[in-house]
């Protein structure tokens, strides 16, 4: 559920090079964990979602695999295996379990984010 970009106050995170390619990273934006997804090595993209897994509430979604499923880049929750698609925070297996995501870019080698 991305917000209204123009009411969005952007906040670097990171250095993109901080960030592992197809790894994710926690950050603390506004007082609330964001899990921040670098995806690809060559040319980087990189995603936003809550980090606050609510299948085993949890704050674990920054530390699971990261991977596709048809034409959905996905994370893998790494205690239930729920996939969490990067673009909307929806949770594949129980939809009515999706986390909110947050606009992400790359800006002068710094991941920005939007909360």
Known sequence: MHRDLQLEHWTAVCNL???VPDTGVCALLNGRQVAVFR???DAPRVFAIDNYDPNSQAAVLSRGLVGSIGERIVVASPIYK???????GECL????????SYPARIDGGQVWVAA
Do not use: M
């Open 17 to 19: 090079d901080e960030i």
């Open 82 to 88: 729920q996939h969490f698609d990067l673009r909307s």
């Open 93 to 100: 297996e129980a939809p009515a379990q999706s986390v909110a």
């Open 39 to 41: 995806v690809g090595g």
